[in-house]
């Protein structure tokens, strides 16, 4: 496994961010605007043996499916594919490694938290100066096991002397939630300091939400009306 | 596989527990309550592949699935996931170096015997000299199969010279089994000289068997009423 | 794995022509046209463990499944087996390093699209520079995932440092079809000079569509002749 | 794989014999016997990766699975597990170099031979002179396939250049079979010059004997009754 | 991987006969005969990881599976066991090596082909000069494909600049076929000028032949005269 670059980044201590595909894909969708809005550009991929050899085609060039996109002082990871679990332990030290070298001042790791909603956004952190620091933006994340990168990639950092976060999005289930993505972005744009346009994903939200709402209702009537004409006693 | 060190203590001849998931949790519900009871801080990880990536996180903080918890003469191991038997020799053999270097006066291994009741601890040893010892303590086990950490770890610290034992409660099941806990933890109260609490795992296991008894008097009235009602010749 | 070389050819900037199995098998389909054609020779053979052990027999004499074809100015690779997926990422390496030490001076990858027809030929390249240059030939393909080796290849050779592009013929479904080949023929012709003929692949296409078409008529009248005679209501 | 010696033992060519388990257990009765008779002391173990983490308890002392014990002219070699047919070369090459460096002059391995019944035991070696000096002893066996470490060791210690045998009982089929065992016992008997008691092995195999007649024959009454009673037809 | 040598023999430009088990077992039935009649001596074995750890007996002496069978210009590769495809590779390149060192002259590959009849011998070489020589003997095989170690070990023979000719009789389905092998052996007497005898073969092909030819009357006699007494209509 080895990160190979593809373009020369002039890096000022960047913020890493961590967007890999998880629960609702709530990190990959925050991830995935900020890339496209802050015009991030591509800056190498991570060769991992075990992952499906797919390519992703823009404008006719094919992109790695496990990438990085940069600029100055911001790295989005993101990636086509699910990390495979007996892969995560290698790729997380080899993303520590890598960007330090770039001089790395913080690592931001994203992911979902199965909760039947998309309200909150929780907090871990990998010591406890960054614990006080995250007070200021969530709500900390008392107990629990969290699975995947998130917790992984910390205790990485934490091996490596680096700050690290992560920020869990609630999220209704296992369908891709635009409504937690957009619960990310915005303690992302608060915490970074950029602006990052959020209306579009909760609009995409909003129109999933009313699309179910109206079926429910329909299934609604449709069994209240079943109920009188067809009544069941069981 | 290795040990990554978080902590800097000053070990003076510690002694190590190992309460790694076994049958009817019995060890790692005592040591569990050894590391919370003594506020034993973390003192660092193993890195095993092959493990679930898991994290549990604590009060924001996330820590890796196999690690151990320590003071100046007391080391307690700890699994959030039972220990996958391919990895039983090679973690047996990184735990023994590891301490060694740490001047470990005696390893002490927690296990559970399937008994159908919870009532007695065996004692094993890795030498004549330690079977002497754990006399004073508990009855030992005469002749059988144990699986799991338990007789590998003392194998091990026996090709290394250095003095191991085993206690292994009894235990109804497979269900998680408090009252094995309880047994396992006055015995090392006596054997350390500490002091931990046991009435709480005595409690808790005296609700769950409160609990099952009622369950068991309903089914008999159950039954019996049954039987009345609906005679069976089968 | 490696290349075993089995001719010595006085190579002069070749182009190199990946021809392995995929969607519609219109790359081999191709590939195969253009070695009798132009009267490739034999050139050598890639070692890949994992690969079936096969031996294609021509004129009595056995050639490994993997393998190359050559002449002074172009090389096939073509092969009787489906390359693993696992394998994916070293042969395209392998490929890649055994024909810049050739002075290839440009990749083509062929690869199938499943389109429900054979109609267009799209490009992808793995620079802007090539995407240009295609543009006198094909319709960019604009996003989309690729697998198999098609976007392994052009990655690979953009990491080396040199030019590659993909032809990507849309294709009916699973089945061979030698239209798709014939379409990437006709760029081949035009892109690389040549002049291989693509009447006989026509001519077989048209034989097995109006195969289909003949079926699908005798479908259709049995159809509306079973609907008078077995009216359905479902 | 690697053997790791727990005791001093003043060896004095000895004879090595392997008592693995296989068909019938028939080797592992008998190497088990002479264990016990012999008092044997408990000589170091075989570290098999591969092989189930089970110890077994004596006395409260656990020992590791693929063991040897030992006297001055004579070595058991003894497993509480089924050596993994994957394992078996690597491990008969170990085992003849350990005692090739003990200055074993001779292997005798033990096995069973699927038969229908226990009454004779045959010979294999691994040169014909030790076929002449087997004929003193046993029917030598003619032609055949055997399995498991039997032939391996020998073929192994012909390599070597150090003779060895196999004695081969007959077996009634897969379950533990003492009369077969106590067979292997009086050629060792006779060939070690040794004098292990074979009686008890005999009583235990008339006892098992006796009661499989027994319920023979109540199945005999059984169905003979049933067919009065109960005239099948079919 | 490994050959083994247990004999001394002063070879003097030997052929390699590969006759390991393959389609209609038709090579190891040709080259058992050759082994037995021209008295070759037990040559040494390949110990070939993988393979099921069984030894074969003859007259007391265990055997290796997969093992050679020589005279001064002549050596035979017999197997009592299936080479698995994933050591096919392998496998080839040690022998071709093993052999080469003795100053092999030629290799022969013995094979069978899935005909439903075993009347002809087809043959493929490494290189033209070698059709040409196997013209005078057998028919040339155009074109087909072939598994197994027939191929692979004449094109390992070919990358180590030897000739090596494959002959693939004709066999009837996958039951062992005396018959090819006889008709292999043939060949081989020609080709060798070696007088092996081919009846035994033929007496045991034409009785396996008269009971199928019997059991195919009884079953259409039986067939005639179940349809008068039972029509049958569909």
Redesign the interface.
Known sequence: MRF?E?EDINFNNPVILEAFPGTGLVGSIAGFQIIKELNLKYFG?F?V??V?????????????PVRAYAKEDLVVLFS?VIIP??K??ELSRLIVETFLEKDAKLFISLGGLMAGKSEKVF??????KM?EY?KNYVE?????????M???I??RC??AGIDAV?LLAETVGIRPDPRGGANLLEILNKMLDINVNVENLIKEAEAIENKLKELAEQHLKMMSKSKKEYPMYI
């Open positions: 190979i593809k991929y060769e043996e075990g499906p050899p797919l390519t992703t085609i823009e404008n006719g060039i094919p992109y790695p086509d679990p007996a995560i332990n907090g871990i952190a990998n010591n406890n614990i995250l900390i994340f008392k107990f629990g096991v969290v699975g995947g998130s917790g992984n910390l205790i934490g091996d992560g």
